[in-house]
T-cell receptor
Framework: NAGVTQTPKFRVLKTGQSMTLLCAQDMNHEYMYWYRQDPGMGLRLIHYSVGEGTTAKGEVPDGYNVSRLKKQNFLLGLESAAPSQTSVYFC?????????????FGPGTRLTVL | DAKTTQPPSMDCAEGRAANLPCNHSTISGNEYVYWYRQIHSQGPQYIIHGLKNNETNEMASLIITEDRKSSTLILPHATLRDTAVYYCIVAAYNTNAGKSTFGDGTTLTVKP
């Protein structure tokens, strides 16, 4: 049981490049989330999903797109990366019943945009 | 969902109890108080949650005031490994977790 995994762990992009971050969970969770965390700050929710085939905007969705084609995977895309998107990205998943009781996080992806 | 206020930082001596406060004066009757922590560079980890009664588990205790406008997370015997950012979150049970936020939390430093 691997829990929540994220790929890649580190990435450096040039401004304007695109990339996709992959999050996978093996706990059969319905909900999945993408957060970003800038240095010295708390986590901010980018997008989330309440089930396969659904997505919704969080607190800071601009510049990102997401897809949840399979229940176990949640993809975060940056179509044209900007230096302001330099951050650590965390994925999380949880059960439906009490999501804050059961939110499990991945190890994070450290992204630098030059 | 109700907002929370936490002190930005606190220190605690190793072996002593760490008491982390959280104010949530606008909490609604159906909202729970949840605590998470984030050890350096790792993803946040769930600690404990409660509605109005005090709660205890193997990690910590949660004390909620009678009017529910504030709470305190207690780490009874803090160790160096408890150095982390602690987040207090208020959210209603069985509602979409996408509606609540972590905030900036309290950085707890446990000193030898």
């Amino acid at each position: 049981n691997a829990g929540v995994t994220q790929t890649p762990k580190f990435r450096v992009l040039k401004t304007g490049q695109s990339m996709t971050l992959l999050c996978a969970q093996d706990m059969n969770h319905e909900y999945m989330y993408w957060y970003r965390q800038d240095p010295g700050m708390g986590l901010r929710l980018i997008h989330y999903s309440v089930g396969e085939g659904t997505t919704a905007k969080g607190e800071v969705p601009d510049g990102y797109n997401v897809s949840r084609l399979k229940k176990q995977n949640f993809l975060l895309g940056l179509e044209s990366a900007a230096p302001s998107q330099t951050s650590v990205y965390f994925c999380a998943s949880s059960y439906v019943g009490d999501p804050w009781d059961t939110q499990y996080f991945g190890p994070g992806t450290r992204l630098t945009v030059l | 969902d109700a907002k929370t206020t936490q002190p930005p930082s606190m220190d605690c001596a190793e072996g002593r109890a760490a008491n982390l406060p959280c104010n949530h004066s606008t909490i609604s009757g159906n909202e729970y108080v949840y605590w998470y922590r984030q050890i350096h560079s790792q993803g946040p980890q769930y600690i404990i949650h409660g509605l109005k009664n005090n709660e205890t588990n193997e990690m910590a205790s949660l004390i909620i005031t009678e009017d529910r406008k504030s709470s305190t997370l207690i780490l009874p015997h803090a160790t160096l490994r408890d150095t982390a950012v602690y987040y207090c979150i208020v959210a209603a049970y069985n509602t979409n977790a996408g509606k609540s936020t972590f905030g900036d939390g309290t950085t707890l430093t446990v000193k030898p």
